[in-house]
């Protein structure tokens, strides 16, 4: 699997002049200048040679004829045959008559006709790269283009600086640990220092992976990457989009065992497996709602503030007001990244093959589109889209499978012998006198997240 990671980069400027500095800057804006001209002309080319295959078929009136009885329904085998014999061999004469007049093969004209123009001096070897990704980017979207339900895709000023690490040896390009910094050393001599700031998502980490020096001992390898200049109030930016190939890893499964998770009532998140009684709460409701109330309040203050003294500077102080509800959006995808990191490791320790879940369309309502009364909690505080592909994109880098099922009657009925029974907000009870649950109170979250295992009935969409 791979993962792109952006990380901001500063150009290094110790051990240069200023004017060698300036000079290693002007080299950047002129790739970024051209770059994109480059990749237009590349994919409009590959374009313009299909579109001349088409045109050289559609001109050719023995291939026409083929096709309109080929498309007639009800030919017998041996006729079908015959046909796409004779197709096979008027292709070919296409092709023929194609390579008379053109000689070369169209991508190696696409290649020298741009590098050719190379006005700006585009790095030979930054076009290889360039050219790999307008290729494979192309020929992805062919049939869709041939089709006519896109347009060729049209590369515009500013896009990311494509380029590969040198594994040879000598390692012209690549990324290098000094004193504990991190460097990407570049075409041209030029060298960035990584630049990791608050490094929320753990970039650092998988930057010590891809040099093989985490202390995990964990190994990634870094792919073609790119660096993305963003011009903004007259000053550049640069970035780093690192693209890593992340490994699968290797886990050990029991056929057949299920982990399932409820997004609960008494806990945000409760896990239970289908045929056995491990189980796991993850998070805890009171530090959800202590930590909701106390973003209302500052929330609320700061309303009162700008009702009071309305009018003159507003503006300024609806700022505040977007920052609380940044923090808060930045505050709940933390938890988010916490819960599915600690459900995927929960699922990998009981050694499970699938990860249920409830579906998330009409998530927590009945049938009669009404929210559930025990989902009310959970709809209307957490941003359960982005909890659940979390979990999904975590369990599958951990290769386990990840399924949705109905949510239908999952917090009524016995995880043990599935009759209907009853449940107050805490507990539920089995009325069912065969049943080994009879009489007990069973965790009513555990209750539905082991239902949910349980359940038959996946959902596809
Ligand atoms: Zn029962």
Same mark, same amino acid.
């Given at each position: 699997m791979v993962i792109t990671r952006k990380i901001e980069l500063h150009l290094v400027h110790t051990g240069l002049s200023d004017e060698e500095y300036d000079q290693q800057w002007k080299f950047l804006h002129s790739i970024n200048d051209n770059l994109y001209r480059a990749a237009n002309r590349l994919v409009n080319q590959l374009y313009l040679n299909d579109e001349i295959d088409i045109l050289l078929r559609y001109n050719n009136k023995e291939y026409m004829e083929l096709r309109k009885q080929l498309a007639k329904k009800n030919l017998d085998k041996p006729v079908r045959a015959e046909l796409k014999e004779k197709e096979k061999l008027v292709l070919e004469e296409i092709k023929a #008559?194609?390579?008379a007049i053109f000689q070369r093969p169209y991508a190696s004209v696409a290649y020298s006709m741009v590098?050719?123009? &190379?006005?700006? &001096?585009?790095?030979?070897k930054i076009l290889d790269v360039l050219k790999q990704d307008v290729l494979s980017h192309y020929s992805t979207n062919a049939k869709e283009v041939a089709r006519g339900e896109r347009s060729i895709s049209n590369y515009r000023y500013g896009m990311p600086i494509p380029f590969a690490f040198d594994r040879t040896e000598k390692a012209s390009i690549c990324i290098y640990e000094e004193n504990k910094k991190y460097f990407l +050393?570049?075409?041209n001599n030029l060298r960035f220092e990584l630049s990791?700031?608050?490094d929320r998502s753990n970039n650092q980490l998988v930057v010590q992976r891809c040099l093989g020096i985490s202390n995990d001992g964990a190994k990634y390898k870094a792919c073609n990457s790119s660096i993305q200049m963003v011009r903004k109030n007259g000053s550049t930016r640069l970035f780093l989009l690192l693209c @890593?190939? @992340?490994?699968?890893?290797? &886990? +050990? #499964?029991? %056929?057949?065992k299920v982990v399932g998770i409820d997004l609960g009532l008494n806990v945000p998140i409760y896990a239970a497996v289908n045929d056995g009684p491990e189980r796991k709460s993850i998070g805890s409701r009171e530090a959800f709602l202590d930590q909701r109330a106390s973003f209302q309040r500052r929330f609320r203050s700061?309303? %009162?503030?700008q009702m009071t003294k309305g009018g003159h500077g507003r503006l300024h102080k609806l700022e505040p007001l977007e920052r609380v509800r940044e923090a808060e959006r930045n505050w709940v995808k933390n938890q988010n990244h916490l819960f599915s990191k600690e459900v995927v490791e929960f699922a990998k320790k009981v050694e499970a093959e699938i990860i249920q879940m409830e579906r998330l369309k009409n998530f927590g309502r009945d049938d009669n589109e009404e929210i559930k009364e025990d989902k009310k909690y959970v709809v209307r505080n957490w941003s359960y889209f982005e909890l659940q592909s979390m979990i999904e994109y975590k369990a599958k880098r951990a290769g386990i499978i990840v399924q949705y099922v109905n949510p239908a009657y999952t917090s009524q009925t016995c995880s043990e012998c599935g009759? +209907?029974?009853i449940r107050d907000n805490i507990h539920f009870k089995c009325l069912n006198p065969e049943c080994n649950c009879f009489g007990k109170d069973i965790h009513a979250d555990y209750n539905g997240a082991r239902n949910i295992a349980k359940s038959k009935e996946i959902v596809k969409d």
């Open positions: #008559h194609r390579s590098t050719s123009q &190379n006005e700006a &001096n585009i790095m030979t +050393k570049w075409y990791f700031g608050r @890593v190939d @992340v490994p699968k890893e290797i &886990n +050990k #499964h029991i %056929k057949g700061l309303q %009162k503030l009759q +209907k029974g």
